[in-house]
């Protein structure tokens, strides 16, 4: 009897220590990085890191801030991220929140800062492209982040008139800012404004403060993907995946079937188009109309005589598609971001002008690099070494007259008598049923000439 009481209070004690363990569980913290420049990658890991958290039932989400800002647009969505995961936030300002970071320090429902700290100067600015140089944006666009950062402030119960200040120089605030001048708060300066609510040097006094010491702390970090996505979206490397990608087809066509250069061009390409719709700025439709300017113009190149209106609508096809995949569509009522225009231009015209540069330099100069030159063969064999040039049955075609059956752009079809016979010209154009020469064969390459015009039948 007293085994059987015994066995029975020890599965009693069982029983209430799950009940405990599952009615308690460990608490969980958050704690994700916000460094460098703010682009649309990051605002996806923060996203993703948000979902992760809620789904844990995490207590907190403290988001440690050192950036000097970036894309407003990334801002925002790592703002509306914030809003919606209904969970308590806490921006950690270590170091330096300016501008777009200003704005996610104000959607964390609390504001933490290490001595020394900054925060502020957030007035939306353009670059100019290919330099550093740096002036205020339109008047319109100032007006909507200016908002932006009051209605944030506003759902956190900050200080909305330190928020408009900290975007829009005309906003004056007596004892702290004068009018034509942005406002930037340092650490003891925020905290006398009840801006901030503490100051704290690391997440340990943090978590005391908030009553979270002994919570499970959980330090998020990018994923190799989500790294690789923000390194392939950065400005320079876009411009680089589209210039390879170019040259790559440009090559490829160059060349009969199909090579190296071919797959290395549609690997960069897909790469390009790949990177930005992870970030959400591509979408279905920029492929698309890449590719349907690409057989537009393959098209115009091999099919149709001339070049027309075809050629031209491919090309304008695919230089939109390259536009305005590195564009983020904006939503209703929302200003067009000037910046970003201007350095999707700066992206797409620089990688034409290269491709353009490159492709017209590569053949007439590539023997002369010496990596480059072994793609080239210059070895002659001589007929009097025993080699011959051509095939027999092809030599008997020198110096015959024929007439085009297709348009040479060089490479075509002519007729020989009865005989229909792959030719090139020198590199110019000849029209379908322009009688031309056979002026030398090489292999099984037949070169042919226009025949002049008074020669003509």
Known sequence: MRVKNFLLLIMGILLLSQAYLFGHPEREVYVVPIKGVIDLGLSSFVRRVAREAKEKGAQCIILELETFGGRVDAATEIRDTLFESDMKTIAFVNKRAISAGALISLACQSIVMAPGSTIGAATPVTIAPGTTTTQPTDEKTISYVRKEFKATAERNNHPTMLAEAMVDPDVEIEGVIEKGKLLTLTTEEALRLKLAEHKASKIGEI???YGLENAHVVSASLTWSESLVRFLTHPLVSGLLLTFGLLGIFFELRMPGWGVSGTVGLVCLALFFGAQYMVGLARWIEPFLFIAGG??????IFVIPGFGI??????????????????????????????RLLQASYVVGTSLVATFL???????????????????????????EGYRSAPVEMERFIGREGMTLTMLRPVGKAQFGDTIVDVVSEGELIEKGKRVEVIKVE???VVVSEVEKEGQK
């Open 207 to 209: 978590l005391t403060l």
């Open 310 to 339: 075809t050629g031209i609508s491919g090309i304008l096809l695919i230089v939109a598609s390259l536009f305005l995949a590195l564009v983020k569509h904006p939503m209703p009522k929302t200003p067009v971001d000037v910046s």
């Open 358 to 384: 490159v492709a017209s330099l590569s053949f007439r100069f590539m023997g002369k690099i010496p990596f480059l030159s072994k793609l080239v063969l210059f070895s002659e064999e001589k007929g009097e």
């Open 443 to 445: 292999g099984n390459r």
């Open 295 to 300: 057989i537009l113009l393959a098209v115009e």
